[in-house]
């Protein structure tokens, strides 16, 4: 099972929305609303902004709002700031085998 | 506050048998499912398996042949076991709660398979 294709990077300014894709196929993304997404800081652990597509865990900004259509998922983070500087990684389950697999990453870099 | 805790040896040489105990603190281990994720120095994010308190497991077909997760209700920990390392295994080993969704994780270890 291969990975999750999400852009290498995204770049926005400070106030703006960015959005970042994850693209599957009908047997992982586009057949099931279990698309996970995270923010990674540089050395720090892996933190969940969005679990089942659309939802947020308690705690996280609502400058985070995930979506899906088709195969592809979507995380988008409004008002952009600085803290937001970081990698993330989508996640989806897969009837191929049953499992989970992550997407490729992406570097979110905020000018 | 549900916390993990990985704990292990930092270096295995190659062929040997790469072991991790994550220890569950702040919460019962006899629910829920329990991951293990590593993370290559540099790279992304990959999963490796899971298993419920039932007993229930599940691996990365990538990984199966050499992985064993198991469970151990009376220390509230859980396991990992990956046979025959290689250097392409040196990462930093996650284990989190859940299946498909981690929200608590642990700090994370380093484990370098180097002779």
């Known amino acids: 099972q291969s990975a999750l294709t999400q852009p290498a990077s995204v770049c926005g300014s400070p106030g703006q929305s960015i959005t970042i894709s994850c693209t599957g196929t009908?047997?992982?993304?586009?057949?099931?609303?279990?698309v996970s997404w995270y923010q990674q800081h540089p050395g720090k652990v892996p933190k969940l902004m969005i679990y089942?597509?659309?939802n947020r865990p308690s705690g996280v900004s609502n400058r985070f709002s995930g979506s899906k259509s088709g195969n592809t998922a979507s995380l988008t983070i409004s008002g952009l700031q600085a803290e937001d500087e970081a990698d993330y990684y989508c996640?989806?389950?897969?009837?191929?085998?049953?499992?989970?697999?992550f997407g490729t990453g992406t570097k979110v870099t905020v000018l | 506050q549900v916390q993990l805790q990985e704990s292990g040896p930092g270096l295995v040489k190659p062929s040997e048998t790469l072991s991790l105990t994550c220890t569950v603190s702040?919460?019962?281990?006899?629910?829920?499912?329990w991951s293990w994720i590593r993370q290559p120095p540099g790279k992304g994010l990959e999963w490796i398996g899971y298993?419920?308190?039932?007993?229930?497991?599940n691996y990365n077909p990538s990984l199966k042949s050499r992985v064993t997760i198991s469970l151990d209700t009376s220390r509230n920990e859980f396991s990992l076991e990956l046979t025959s390392v290689t250097a392409a295994d040196t990462a930093v080993y996650y284990c989190?709660?859940?299946?498909?969704?981690?929200?608590?994780w642990g700090q994370g270890t380093l484990v370098t398979v180097s002779s």
């Open positions: 989190g709660r859940g299946a498909g969704w981690w929200y608590y």
């Open positions: 702040g919460g019962s281990i006899s629910d829920y499912y």
């Open positions: 298993i419920h308190y039932s007993g229930t497991t």
């Open positions: 009908s047997s992982d993304v586009g057949g099931y609303n279990y």
């Open positions: 089942d597509v659309s």
């Open positions: 996640n989806s389950y897969t009837s191929s085998s049953s499992h989970y697999v």
